[in-house]
C-alpha cells in the first residue's frame, strides 16, 4: 500500500470524481452522507486528511459505491457484486422520463419472475 501522503491524495481525487460524475456539489454529498462540509472540503483539497473509516463508508454510501473503490484496492476475492456493476453502469436511470422508468421496471419484473 503506497504512504499515507499518497493514499490520502487518491482517496481525495476518487472522492471528488465521484462526485463530480453524479453532479453534486460538496455540500450535497456531505448532506446525503451526514457529514459536514468542512470535513469533505477538507477531504477533497488533499491535505493529507485521511478521513476515518466511519467517514469513508459513509460517503461511499452516499455515493453508491463500496468504500475500497475509493481507497483503490483490489475488490475483495468473494465480492461478485453484481449490484454495485449493475449501479456503475445503468445507475442514471432515474434521470430518464417516468415513463421509460416504468417500461424498464416492468421489464425487470417480466424478467425476474419465476
Known amino acids: 500500500m503506497a504512504d499515507k501522503i499518497q493514499q490520502a491524495a487518491l482517496i481525495s481525487k476518487n472522492i471528488k470524481h465521484m462526485r463530480e ?4 456539489t460538496q455540500s450535497r ?3 446525503e452522507a451526514g457529514i459536514t462540509a468542512a470535513a469533505l472540503s477538507k477531504i477533497e483539497k488533499d491535505e493529507g ?9 459513509k460517503i461511499a454510501s452516499a455515493l453508491g459505491v463500496k468504500p475500497y473503490e475509493i481507497t483503490g484496492e483490489d475488490a475483495p476475492e468473494d465480492s461478485g457484486d453484481k449490484t454495485t456493476e449493475f449501479y456503475r453502469k445503468w445507475g442514471e436511470l432515474d434521470k430518464l422520463p417516468e415513463q421509460d ?3 424498464l421496471r416492468e421489464m425487470m ?3 425476474t419472475k419465476k
Not at 460524475?21 to 453534486?24: A, M, N, S
Not at 486528511?49 to 463508508?57: A, D, E, G, Y
Open 49 to 57: 486528511r485521511m478521513p476515518t473509516i466511519v467517514v469513508l463508508r
Open 29 to 31: 454529498l456531505a448532506s
Open 109 to 111: 419484473e417480466r424478467f
Open 101 to 103: 422508468q416504468r417500461i
Open 21 to 24: 460524475l453524479l453532479g453534486w
